[in-house]
């Protein structure tokens, strides 16, 4: 089942681009203008997660996080407008899970919010709804984490896997490197890029893909990678 989200956002623009982007993602998206109607909604319905403005017309979002955190444990991704280290602490002090300062993009928004709910022992929407994956030979069961080339079981590492899975959701699209570090290694790493680079490698070498003339992970520079489309 899909991950329930309620957004607390009084730009009414922001928040009908943001909950599209939620929904073409694979999230049901609750929105509520203020942080009162936002509290009676948590009261009244069960979220897995709740994206919230710090700036919001009737109460502060840091008092609406303080009144959440109180009753119940729900992971919360905060949006605001301020960029202050000391709004930050405090905002991760009295509960939230994660901090975005605007202007964000949506992309990075859903690849916290999966980062948050993959921490806290929530599923994560789409890796709900992708358990088994197909494309041209290559197998992957996600549930238990085994994956196959033909008749042959791949040995992969945990990030191999979490890779070849994630390419393997958006098969004949480019995932960008931004989101495959999100997604593979979280939004919070602080390491080099490189590292996406050598597991790409390492996972080419397992699929026996040559990196010159690849049948399955192509290259996009300066963008991303794209697993080969069985439809292409």
Not at 36 to 52: E, N, T, W
């Amino acid at each position: 089942m899909a991950s329930r989200i309620l957004l607390i956002e009084d730009d009414a623009r922001l928040a009908a681009m943001l909950a599209e982007y939620l929904g073409e993602a694979g999230y049901r998206t609750a929105v509520a203008a203020t942080g009162a109607a936002g509290l009676q909604m948590a009261a009244q319905q069960p979220f897995d997660a709740l994206v919230l403005d710090l700036m919001l017309p009737d109460m502060d979002g840091l008092d609406v996080c303080r009144q959440l955190r109180a009753t119940r444990e729900l992971p919360i991704l905060m949006l605001t407008a301020r960029g202050d280290a000391a709004d930050r602490i405090v905002g991760l002090e009295i509960g939230a899970d994660d901090y975005v300062v605007k202007p964000f993009s949506s992309a990075e928004v859903i690849a916290r919010i999966r980062a948050v709910l993959r921490r806290t022992g929530r599923t994560a929407a789409p890796e709900a709804a992708d358990d088994e994956l197909a494309v041209e030979d290559v197998r992957v069961d996600v549930a238990a984490r085994r994956a196959w080339r033909g008749e042959e079981e791949l040995e992969l590492s945990r990030r191999e896997f979490d890779l070849l899975a994630r390419l393997m959701r958006d098969a004949g699209r480019v995932v960008t490197r931004e989101a495959l570090m999100d997604d593979v290694w979280d939004v919070n790493w602080f390491g080099s890029t490189k590292t996406l680079d050598v597991h790409v490698g390492w996972l080419r070498r397992k699929l026996g893909d040559d990196p010159q003339a690849p049948r399955y992970i192509h290259t996009v520079r300066g963008v991303g990678f794209r697993f080969s489309d069985a439809t292409a």
